[in-house]
């Protein structure tokens, strides 16, 4: 166990609508990573939170965003979800300074239909 | 940004025998190397990272090479067992850690019995 809590651990939903995913970075970690990973992308970095602060993007569509709250969980809001949006979402933490590891959670299994 | 290549998509090994896994980067600035493991349907877990000031770091059956040079660093996994079956991905960062993470595509590791 990495300490990293996702929930939930499987969605599935609709073209079109919206979804939040949730994450709990272990006790201590000030920042937070989100990643999507698909079959014929790997694991695509898609934007960072340090400390409720954001402090770097990646390949984020414009239709998602995410938070991260005084209480450090991060929340990644999906929206106008499409098929191809269907993919396992990674969330990690890590201790902030330079040189911490990445410690990933369990990862949502999102699928649109 | 920087772009990290990994080859072989696809490793099949004999039981017993060794496997070593390719990885380039573009970026010479990039200073912290770790690799991942992946089982099937679980989370990417670190299994060993090495730094821009070491060639090479080992750990148990597990081996890292760098050539920042040549700008490649490689897996080297001895006596694999069934239980090292999984996809492997390298990744590459400037920052020294978990920030910036800049994964390849991944390698399916297959030990035949």
């Known amino acids: 166990d990495s300490g990293v809590t996702q929930t939930p651990k499987h969605l599935i939903t609709a073209t079109g609508q919206r979804v939040t995913l949730r994450c709990s970075p272990r006790s201590g970690d000030l920042s937070v990573y989100w990643y999507q990973q698909s079959l014929d992308q790997g694991l695509q970095f898609l934007i960072q939170?340090?400390?409720?602060?954001?402090?770097a993007k990646g390949n984020i569509l414009e239709r998602f965003s995410a938070q991260q709250f005084p209480d450090l969980h991060s929340e990644l809001n999906l929206s106008s979800l499409e098929l191809g949006d269907s993919a396992l979402y990674f969330c990690?933490?890590?201790?902030?300074?330079?040189?911490?590891?990445?410690?990933f959670g369990q990862g949502t299994r999102l699928t649109v239909v | 940004g920087e772009n990290v290549e990994q080859h072989p998509s696809t490793l099949s090994v004999q039981e017993g025998d060794s496997a070593v896994i390719k990885c380039t980067y573009s970026d010479s600035a990039s200073n912290y190397f770790p690799w991942y493991k992946q089982e099937l349907g679980k989370r990417p877990q670190l299994i060993i990272d090495i730094r821009s000031n070491v060639g090479e770091k080992k750990d148990q059956r597990i081996a890292v090479t760098l050539n920042k040079t040549a700008k490649h660093f490689s897996l080297h996994i001895t006596e694999t067992q069934p239980e090292d079956s999984a996809v492997y991905f390298c990744?590459?960062?400037?920052?020294?850690?978990?920030?910036?993470?800049?994964f390849g595509k991944g390698t399916h590791l297959i030990i035949q019995p």
């Open positions: 939170y340090y400390n409720g602060e954001e402090r």
């Open positions: 990690a933490s890590s201790g902030g300074p330079v040189g911490a590891e990445a410690f």
């Open positions: 990744a590459a960062s400037t920052r020294g850690g978990a920030d910036g993470l800049t």
